[in-house]
């Protein structure tokens, strides 16, 4: 037995991997661990030394990243490419295609991709992205890409201003492509026109824009403003202010928001030196990975079960709307796959077991289509 939050104390039966029944056991009980669908993180551009970036990615290491995602509750994530030439993004694809077939537990938890760039602004918004490497958006080029991703790039970033961005924009909406708006420089009218043309998300609203920016005339009141466009952020501590998550949930409604924690490979090893795509990085004691220059951050060595604990201090939200923002949410933009995204009969056993105290949630257990995958218990943690 465990708690879902918000409802109480449940007995969740489970066959064939999924969800068979759920059984209400009483009021919340303290001395029992909490139950949530399998936490869900659209833009992990690699994690515990695993880099989904460079194209010398090793698809047989590539499944690696699974035990540390599943110690930190997440049983699904979109591997994130950035920013770089075609020949190494579909280097990266292909990598991750063959990590699919290496692993069957790999494509299960990586359901689909995230492509950040290389349509992005090269000005003050890029952050790491490498502007030697941004371009028109041009559709043949992103079909180039799918094909090397099995059909699977089920996100991409773009920015609004970039020539041909609200064509492309309107073909991926059309081939079920979730387009999201990020490291852009847009006036408000552009971000107007991506919406009218499909777009429908913000990726880590808040960051991936100019440090100086008009009052009035900018991106981010219009990103806000929008009431169809979900926001994505990265509540690490470091991306983002308490007063902007605040203001971020109190607009969008807890039902537009999306935790994500960008993790780049860092994630999980000690601080010092690194390199993400051709770019030094830094991963400083304090937990923040900055580019060498201090020009940006660049990325996070966030995890999911900390982000989530950020968000309920920072925008004052109970555990059950934080959760809801790391797995319902999600789940409705990645409609159409095997998820899980609630507790329920008919579902996808993909669960996390947890204790809500500290810093970050306490993870205890991990299923993933109802197999146990991390269990403290076993390990002697």
Sequence with gaps: MANIAGEGLARIGIEDGRIASVQSAGPIDGRKPYVSPG???IQVNG????????????PAKAPNVLPALWKT????????VITNTQNNLIQ??????????????FAWCAPCYHLEGPYLSPDGSRGAHN????????????????????GRIGIVTIAPEVPGAFDFIRKAREAGVVIAI???DATPEQIHQAVEAGAQLNTHLGNGCPQMIDRHRTPLWAQLAIDSLAASMICDGFHLPRDLVRVIHRVKGIERCILITDAVHVAGLP????????????????????????????????????????FMDYAGVSLGDALRAATANPARLLRGREICSDIAPGQSANLTVFRAGGERLEIEQVMVAGEVVYDTRSIGA
């Design 39 to 41: 936490l869900i993180d």
């Design 47 to 58: 994690f515990a030394g695993i880099d989904f970036c460079g194209a010398t990615l090793d």
């Design 73 to 80: 509750g997440v049983t699904t994530f979109c591997p994130t």
């Design 92 to 105: 990266c694809f292909r990598a991750l295609e063959e990590a699919r077939r290496i692993e069957p537990r």
């Design 131 to 150: 502007p030697k490497f941004m371009r028109p958006a041009d559709w043949n080029e992103f079909l180039e890409l799918q094909e090397a991703a099995g």
């Design 182 to 184: 990020g490291h852009t």
């Design 271 to 310: 601080p010092g030196r690194y390199k993400l795509v051709d770019l030094d990085i830094d991963l400083l004691p304090t937990g923040q990975v900055v580019a060498a220059d201090r020009h940006s951050m660049a990325g996070s060595a966030a995890s999911m079960n900390r982000v989530i604990k950020v």
